[in-house]
């Protein structure tokens, strides 16, 4: 599986929402599924999917779809 669709998986298994829905602009709040509560069950799915432990930066900064691509980058994983 690629990097970029178990990415996207994640996405729409915790939102329950089709591949297209997913776009640059989805970002916490401006997407009524994804709240504060949603966002940390999102973190959570990323850190298993990937293998890895964002630090709490990283954590606030994934804010979008879009964002948490490059916050991948930085720990080796490029979601393409």
Avoid: P
Wanted: proline share 0%; aromatic share 12%; hydrophobic share 45%.
């Amino acid at each position: 599986m690629t990097n970029v669709v178990k990415y996207d998986k994640v996405f729409t298994e915790l939102f329950e929402i089709g591949a297209d829905k997913l776009n640059e602009q989805l970002a916490i709040r401006t997407f009524s599924k994804w709240d504060s509560i949603s966002h940390l069950s999102l973190i959570t799915k990323i850190e298993d999917a990937f293998d890895i432990m964002l630090d709490a930066e990283d954590i606030l900064e994934f804010r979008s779809y879009a964002i948490g691509k490059d916050i991948l980058r930085k720990y080796g994983i490029v979601v393409v």
